[in-house]
């Protein structure tokens, strides 16, 4: 057996550089399959390691709101400061998906050590042809059929359009190339984005840029995958001023009507959220609002959002805080 190497990872091409990984979080959260419909529904967490930018993961009741703390090792995950190249690292800036297919739990990030999507959880596995350019920070969204399908997003620079793009990647079809989502030309480059199925649709939504009275101006746009249509959260760009957003998305019912209700982390890193009900595969988002407690989240986290019993469970890092902490969006 070979003695560890003690020179760092200069001359290790497949190795990444070490990055502070402090200065990052990614989070992702799905109910747990196994306990729909039990007394007690559970929710799984997968989390970035802040140590080393590996996953972590927890899992804890729904509406539980204290999350365990990653600086006393109680998020399960491999927390080496430099891990094996079996345990895949996050790329730096990036974030995490999950869905659930055929009743499966599934994780998704881009891997540093290739720049590729791939899936994380339960098991390791690159996906083809979906290699995250470069110079972007590797930020995908996905959304699933709640049966056997799965598709994921995530954006490229277009050479021949000079533009950036988004495209989807199905994941039944691992070995097929992505497609070009229609009328996503207008994406800001390094945009987060949400993607949800409204029962019949895959829309996918993000931060699209351009030039009004000289000057550049973002707004939050949707796009329907299947059609091409295309929508705005009304007002959007009076939220957030140009500076690249976070989103999280969920599908709840309120007042006995199915509703999406997207999240996003806008102007002055306040949290506000906006919705719109899912009928006949249209859709008409509301005006952004703050919360009824405003809340301003820090600059460098991911959020993530959850249905509740009587409102909105959030998942995020609020400004001034040490770590992920979860707390009751409720319903006036």
Known sequence: MSAQCACGNTHHPGVPTPTNYHEMQAVTTIINPATVGKD???VL?????????TLGFEQLPAQKTELKSQSWGS????????????????????????LVINDIVHVYGVAAHTGAISLLSPVFQRLGQADVDKDLRGKIAGCGNGKDKGW???????????????????????????VEVKNTDNSKKDTDMVAFFDGKRRWVA?????????????NIQLVCVDTGASDNIPSSAHKIDNQLVEFSACNAVRDGKNKIFIYFRGQGDELFWSASETADG??????PLSLTEQTILTGYASLSVLPAAKGIMIYCIKDG????????????
């Open 45 to 53: 967490v997968f989390q970035s390691l802040k140590q080393n930018g």
């Open 152 to 178: 994921i997003y995530f954006q490229r620079f277009d050479k021949a359009q000079s533009k950036y793009l988004i495209y989807e990647k199905s994941l039944n079809k691992v070995g097929e190339r992505p």
């Open 282 to 287: 249209k859709i008409s988002f509301s005006e």
């Open 206 to 218: 993000y931060q699209s840029t351009k030039m009004f009275r000289g000057r550049e101006e973002s």
């Open 321 to 332: 805080g040490e770590g992920l902490e979860a707390f009751l969006d409720p319903w006036a």
């Open 40 to 42: 007690e529904e559970k």
């Open 75 to 98: 998020v399960y995950g491999n927390y080496d400061e430099n891990p094996s190249p079996l345990t895949p690292v996050l790329k730096y800036k990036s974030n995490l998906v999950s």
